[in-house]
């Protein structure tokens, strides 16, 4: 998860939002096939673009971007996100790229031990989502995932419901999600967190009380990473751990478990 800050105009405030979420490789559904969700937003606007159950497309933000840019829809599935793709040039990959023997292995692991307690079920989910301000005040959000391994064919999950898998309107700030799909889907979590910042709460607050709301109601653990126009961030878990990152006024944070962040000068890297 990426919040960042940036001297970026208005459509590479999209691009880099889809940049850094542009990597290949996804979990595998219950047949070991890849299906993945993917939307973006522009706070600016509130225009947004998504896609879900896509196949064989190594870089599905793209894909959401394309929806948002070059149609006059804000969610396209299946079929029809796959003939899109097509008439937009988006270069179809074979299905073994996308399939590594890591996630064959995790796939076997999760049908053998179904129905197995597990002391963190979310611990290995693999959202990546980003969120962006720009020197104009325009905020974006982006997410992206492949969902949940042993997942039923078909299966949507948060990241491609703008609302729950994140938000972004330049009034308030840009958010995007992770943690288990059903449960942010309920509490609609992104917009349910940009509500209680509109209510005066701090960045922090306002994801924790969020989280807390998701876990309380339906023990849906999950995390959320902020940014609003004023370039103040925030970053909340309540998963064992989660990988995040933000560069603002050239320093690199970076963290993975609670109460551990370190500090890099970008020159550095």
């Not at 919040?3 to 105009?9: A, L, M, S, V, Y």
């Amino acid at each position: 998860m990426h919040p960042e800050t940036r001297e970026e105009g208005a459509q590479s405030l999209a691009g880099l939002c889809d940049s850094t979420l542009s990597r290949c490789g996804s979990v595998l559904n219950v047949n070991g096939d890849v299906e993945m969700d993917a939307s973006i937003m522009s706070g600016k606007d509130l225009s947004s673009g998504a896609v879900s159950a896509v196949r064989c497309i190594a870089n599905p933000i793209k894909l959401a971007r394309l929806v948002m840019e070059k149609t006059p829809h804000c969610f396209l599935t299946d079929r029809g996100a796959a003939e899109f793709a097509a008439a937009m040039g988006v270069r179809e990959v074979p299905r073994e790229q996308l399939v590594t023997e890591r996630n064959r292995k995790r796939l076997e692991k999760e049908k053998h031990c179904k129905g197995t307690p597990k002391p963190d079920p979310q611990k290995h989910l693999g959202t990546v989502g980003a969120v962006a301000l720009d020197s104009k005040g325009d905020v974006a959000y982006a997410t992206s995932t492949g969902g949940i391994v042993n997942k039923m064919v078909g299966r949507v999950g948060d990241s491609p419901c703008i609302g729950s898998g994140g938000y972004a309107d330049n009034a308030i700030g840009a958010v995007s999600t992770t943690g288990h799909g059903e449960s942010i889907l309920k509490v609609n979590l992104a917009r349910l967190t940009l509500f209680h910042v509109e209510q005066g709460k701090t960045l922090e607050e306002a994801a924790e009380v969020s989280l807390g709301y998701m876990k309380s109601k339906l023990k849906g653990l999950g995390g959320v990473i902020l940014v609003n126009k004023a370039g103040d961030w925030a970053v909340k878990w309540t998963s064992e751990s989660m990988p995040w990152a933000a560069a603002q006024a050239g320093k690199l944070h970076c963290g993975i478990d609670l109460n551990t962040t370190s500090i890099t000068d970008l020159d550095l890297l």
